[in-house]
């Protein structure tokens, strides 16, 4: 009878754990940027928005440090594939806030795609929104401050924490500086 109660409160208790974790997986889910737009509409909208435009975009990333050193990576995404990235590694002036190129790339080939370590990975919106949701959207909430952002039409341009207490240079996350349909 023991072995019963045991096999019985087995799957009960992964129930109820799992629930406890599906509850705080969906508030986390509901953080919403100034255009209103929650982890889920967001990327419900990017859905419909690619849906109409076709799956053929550009996009760039951001990473800039208060230092002036920062890069610049773009994608280019043709029927959902990524088929080029470029790369510049700048540093601003403080005399004119111009940009000197540091270092630069450019892969344009299904064999060269990826090759290179520096800058942002060789992915698409929707690869953006999975790791959004697997690495950055899911920390602690108690313990970072969590940014959620979209455009106007609902898609995510920013998605990201900083721990609570760091100073400098302590985002961790997807910042999309530039998108454009192609």
Not at 10 to 21: A, G, N, V
Not at 77 to 83: A, D, L, R, Y
Not at 136 to 147: G, K, M, R, S
Request: charged share 30%; net charge negative.
């Amino acid at each position: 009878m023991e072995k019963f109660y045991s096999i019985l409160l087995l799957p009960l208790s992964f129930l109820l754990l799992s629930s406890c974790s599906v509850d705080a997986m969906q508030d986390k889910l509901m953080l919403e940027g100034e255009h209103g737009f929650d982890f889920r509409e967001s990327r419900a909208a990017w859905k419909e928005l690619k849906r109409q435009n076709g799956d053929s975009y550009l996009y760039s990333i951001l990473e800039q440090s208060w230092t002036g050193v920062g890069s610049e990576t773009t994608i280019e995404v043709e029927k959902g594939k990524v088929k080029r990235r470029y790369f510049i590694a700048f540093v601003i002036s403080e005399v004119d806030g111009s940009k000197e190129i540091t270092d630069r790339y450019e892969e344009t080939t299904k064999k060269e795609i990826g090759k290179h370590s520096l800058g942002a990975p060789p992915y698409t919106i929707d690869d953006l929104y999975h790791t959004c949701i697997s690495k950055y959207l899911t920390v602690d909430h108690d313990a970072n401050e969590v940014f959620f952002e979209t455009t106007e039409e609902g898609l995510m341009i920013l998605c990201g924490f900083v721990p609570i207490g760091c100073q400098d240079d302590c985002y961790r996350g997807i910042r999309i500086s530039h998108f454009e349909w192609k």
